[in-house]
């Protein structure tokens, strides 16, 4: 059998700025690369014209392209290295860490069927800054809130930290030997025609004007990169190089996803409960009716609904619509949160289990560091200041302002007061002594 090492692509398909790539390849053993969709995560995917899983198989196709070696298997992870360690003597495994928690328990599996075959599993750090244990508060413990974690990372940072690992420099050392390609219906998916990939490159404009334009749903004021930098398809440290001038506003968004892969590695139980406790035993309505109409965006509400057409059409979701929907759910439908957290995993290109969660939780008021219970987002007050000229809304609403579009389903003032109250009624002495105020 021909020796190689392995280098397993995860959340990290590029070739280029690649640390675990670029350690594997830096060795003087050809490196087979290899990509696996996972079964155990496919075959709980209901729509199997999944864009995600599109997008995933023509960056795939992109690098194969340039290394025709690229294996690109399909099945469970420990099924195909039992497979692999059959037909290859593979001198060592080179992977880049994930946080998530199936993530974490399938490396553990595959890391002991390796090292039962006298295999080494090399992991880096490549999809954040700073990880796991990097940054801690003085008394060792986890930060829990974004602020001074925040100020502790930017307070960290060595511009060396952001260089690159020009893994791109070294392609010349992978295996040569070239495999087949699967189709799409070969892993049970088909493809989207009409879907559009979102731009890899952006605009230093769009940065710099971050802080002005960010929160308007109508304009094209963010990056658009949060579906690359959940699969990888674009380096952190690149990204944040460029960005470290232009914007400390954006820089700042980039550190609160490393704060929720943070607090994901360190409170586990966040993707099943509240990160504080006391939340849980808030008793919600959980209308199903309300549910299904907040879904399809027919509430009555025009930032809602447009927001939430926007979701179903396109796979994504302007932030400030995201806080918006979010808030109406919990707070004036009084539905558990992890319905919308559910229902956003199905639908967003981006989806990213850490800032999905952290983010839901944020509106709840039941992460850490989440805006106290009694903040509750107005959504006609958020209309008014956000699409003022109601273009946003004109645009995923063609109906609104006739006889077609429904009246509200519920009272935005009755729905906050019932909301206050239920969250009261379980939480300590010093959040019901907050002042209420209303954003």
């Not at 925040?150 to 010349?172: C, G, H, I």
């Not at 609160?256 to 409960?273: A, D, G, Q, S």
């Not at 992890?338 to 944020?362: C, T, V």
Request: aromatic share 16%; hydrophobic share 35%; charged share 30%.
């Amino acid at each position: 059998m021909e020796k190689v090492s392995v280098f397993w692509f995860r959340r990290d398909l590029r070739l280029y700025d690649n640390t675990g790539l670029y350690y594997a390849l830096s060795k003087d053993t050809p490196v087979l690369p290899i990509f696996i969709f996972d079964k155990n995560i496919l075959d709980k995917l209901t729509n199997k014209q999944d864009k995600r899983v599109q997008f995933i198989y023509e960056t795939l196709k992109e690098i194969r392209s340039q290394v025709p070696a690229l294996r690109v298997l399909h099945g469970t992870p420990l099924q195909v290295w039992q497979d692999l360690t059959e037909k290859f003597n593979i001198e060592a495994v080179y992977a880049n860490h994930d946080y998530e928690p199936y993530a974490r328990e399938r490396d553990i599996l595959v890391q002991d069927f390796l090292q039962s075959k006298s295999i080494p599993f090399y992991t880096y750090k490549d999809q954040v800054i700073f990880e796991k244990d990097e940054l801690l508060k003085a008394d060792k413990t986890p930060y829990t809130v974004y602020t001074p974690y925040m100020k502790k990372w930017r307070a960290t940072l060595d511009m060396q930290q952001l260089n690159s690992f020009p893994s791109e420099k070294l392609v010349y050392n992978f295996y040569k030997q070239p495999y087949p390609f699967p189709k799409l219906q070969d892993i049970g998916f088909i493809s989207d025609p009409d879907f559009e990939f979102p731009q890899k490159e952006i605009s230093p404009k769009i940065i710099q004007e971050y802080q002005k334009k960010r929160d308007i749903p109508a304009v094209q004021g963010t990056s658009r990169l949060s579906m690359h930098l959940r699969f990888g398809t674009r380096s952190v440290r690149e990204l944040i190089r460029k960005a470290f001038t232009l914007s400390e506003t954006w820089v700042n968004e980039m550190i609160w996803r490393e704060f929720y892969m943070m607090i994901l590695w360190h409170f586990p139980h966040v993707t099943e409960k509240a990160f504080k406790p006391e939340y849980d035993n808030i008793v919600w309505e959980n209308n199903p009716e309300h549910f299904e109409l907040w879904c399809q965006g027919k509430t009555g509400y025009p930032l809602v609904d447009a927001g939430m057409r926007e979701l179903n059409a396109t796979g994504y979701m302007h932030n400030r619509a995201r806080m918006v929907t979010a808030s109406f759910l919990i707070k004036d439908l009084l539905i558990d949160w992890r319905w919308g957290e559910k229902y956003f995993a199905e639908k967003l290109l981006d989806f990213e289990l850490a800032s999905n969660n952290g983010g839901w939780q944020w509106v709840a008021g039941s992460g850490c560091d989440g805006s106290p219970y009694f903040r509750v987002f107005n959504p006609i007050l958020q209309q008014q200041k956000f699409d003022p000229k109601m273009e946003y809304i004109k645009k995923w609403i063609p109906e609104y302002g006739t006889p077609d579009y429904p009246a509200p389903i519920i009272e935005h003032e009755f729905a906050k007061n019932r909301a206050l109250e239920r969250y009261s009624e379980v939480l300590p002495q010093k959040e019901k002594k907050a002042k209420k105020m209303e954003e």
